[in-house]
């Protein structure tokens, strides 16, 4: 039976980045706000002390952090010939659970999309004719001159260290000559670079690119954010990624907002609530609220004015999925937008092997890095190249941990003697140049329920088709020979690539970053939240996250995750309260 | 009145959003309401990483395993091996605990084989492939070789590990190529996680290939220049010289 409860302004659905965003600025017009959060209360003095925190079994290879996937996992397939089977244990990506969400394990590194990322389909048309068949990309309806306030508030509230390249229009040496005009400079000035990003930014500046320090939430001094929390200065632990920080010098919901939150009177938390779906009320035209199970088994009826998904963009695919809300995407017709445009990232890298000099991998940090944005977005020409957009290439040194980085030369076997030799010998003397390359949109890639495999409550699981496309392999043929270039410049004995060949592989670790599903866009023929956020179905419905990037840029995406919050926040707190309806007319 | 609490009132006309009013008890964990962070002492939850009482292996098992990870991270002329760091132990808590049991994963059928990029697909947890394909190992080493694999040279030993990996040698009740994949991913994280869990005795493998371990601040040498830093390891036991004499 369902137990109903008194209702609330906002319910939020997640609490991680996007939900803690929500919750501070919704909370700060007044709303009663309560937040749902699936997995256990976590912050640093409990979960992240320096006496535990960097321990590479549990946080890492046994999941400590991680939503676990006795619970609820995804099923995988390359293509839709094929059956799509559960990922039984995590690889490829790592999705977040409990407070703070992926927020908690992440790097750091904090870009935002070029101007051009956000108006992907006529920009490019405009510049090079149609886009070919069954490439799904379409533009944002929102563009980067509205979102850069948010992009700035954002980098604000997490103290991000870097150096701004283009300050109202004009360059500044030193930063991102390719990126969009700022209001401000970096809150915070660039971390220390060590050995190796010295020697990419060599090797770069002689081939006439233009590198930059990576934009990092690992600070690079002690600061004070926007709403009075203190940061203190990242120590290069070494276990960023995939941990928690133990100094709070890593910007996360926990250092940068919840302790703020956490006084706020109008804030409710309730942790090990999952939501199993949002209600929509009798007549169709609003969400009622959201139907949850905490730990007792008990399922609960929470009514709600106002709804935001703030789950991670997998979740809040199936949950709209489940709870019938949108018109789930159909690959066949090409219609139906929920599931639709899921993207990814399409990485390759080029490893260096030094004789003499020691990179020291273990002095290193989640956001630590130089890079190039000279091959990225549509910073360079792309006519007859037969593909659109690019990423970035940078050297990071995050890490020397043992069990995940050992990389050997050509040629080593993966075991034995020789393995074991080499890995020594190399284990401290190796950088990486990695190309963090767009992934766009394909009518063939999307995001369904599974008809066979079901979660811990018997509901169907989220089922994944994906594989790379015609255009992110001519992409990364085309930039990963340039990383290469880069790396046979910075003085090593040798050079090991890492390119991309055969089908997307959901085994091995690559990025967080998975896009789409609940795309943003201009129509409701053509995605399912409108410029704000707002579902075309359910003006009272909200949607946070990467899933609603209609196609993937070639960055990471937290930055613009955050700055789409904080403008679908201005919208609600702006306009939605003042008149409670649809934002744009359909 | 604070514009805080008068916003609230024009919004609460607008939505008559209600306070929340709820039973206390009846919420596994609420937090909020203006009461700060919550913090009490002893909170932390402790990882899992066995005792002495942790065990899975049936004394043969433990023989073949061990023989396993020394085949796979030898002891040789350059350093120790998974002997000398005690994987075997690593493994066989490992297996005793969540992991060997699949606990945290998804372990609900139908199964099916599936392609490379589908991942792990047996309908067993780790420790259970372990005890088929051990059994199934031993057994073929019985019949080809008259000796389990632990009673055969090390040349031999190489050699049927090789065919299991390159998938030359198969196995009927679990795939050997799967069991292969995840001891030497198992033996990789016995040789290199913290000694608490077992292996990594006295932080052998750490000090061999020159990582400092668990230290969690290296600011004094960011500016190391590609020069070599010498540091004692450090392990979350803490080190010799700290915790011993
Ligand atoms: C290892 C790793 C490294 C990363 N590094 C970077 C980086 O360097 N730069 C970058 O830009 N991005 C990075 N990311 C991505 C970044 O963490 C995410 O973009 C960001 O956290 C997304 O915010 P979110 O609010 O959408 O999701 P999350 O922060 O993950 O929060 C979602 C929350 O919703 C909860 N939830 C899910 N389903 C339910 C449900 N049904 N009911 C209740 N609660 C639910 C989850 O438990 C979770 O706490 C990284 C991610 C990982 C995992
Ligand atoms: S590298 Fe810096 S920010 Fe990251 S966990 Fe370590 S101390 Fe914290």
Redesign the pocket.
Known sequence: MTRELPGVDVVLVGFGWTGAIFAEKLTAAGLDVLALERGPWRDTAKDFATTF?QDELRYYWRHGMFQETSQSTLTFRNNSAQTALPMRHWGSFLPGNGVGGAGVHWN?QTYRFLPSDFVARSHNEERYGRLPEGMTVQDYGVTYEELEPHFDYFEKICGICGKAGNLGGSTVEGGNPFEGPRSDEYPNPPMEMTFSQDRFAAAARELGLSPFPVPS???SRAYVNPLGLQLAP???????EK?????Y??SSPQTTIIPVLMQRENFTLRTETEVLSIETAADGSRASGVTYVDTSGETVFQPAEIVVMCAYPLENTRLMLLSGIGTPYDPRSGEGVVGKNYCYQVMSSATVFFEEEFTNGFV???A?GMTVDDYNGDNFDHSKLGFIGGGYIACHTTNARPIESHPVPEGVPGWGSEWKRAMRENFLKTTTVGVHGASMAHRSNYLDLDPTYTDAHGRPLLRMTYDFTLNDRRLTDHITPIAEEIARGMGGREVKVNALNGSYDSTPYQTTHNTGGTIMGSSPADSVVNRYCQSWDLPNLFVAGAGLFPQNAGYNPTGTVGALAYWAAEAITEQYMRQPGPLVQA | MTGFTRRRIVQSMLFGGTALVLPSGLIAAEYGRGEGMPWSPFKGEPPYHGTHADSFFTPAEREAVAAICARLIPSDDDGPGATEADVVTFLDRQMAGFYGRGQHWYMRGPFAEGTATQGYQSRFPPAMLYRNALAELDAYCRTRHDAVFAGLTEELQDEVLTGLDEETLTFESVSAKTFFDLILKNTIEGFFADPIYGGNRDMVAWRYIGFPGTR?DYRDFVGHDGAPIQLATVSLTGRPGWSAP
């Open positions: 925190a750091g939430a690992n600070m990242c120590t290069y632990c070494g276990f960023c941990y928690g920080c133990g100094n010098s890593k290193g940090a989640g630590l | 969690y």
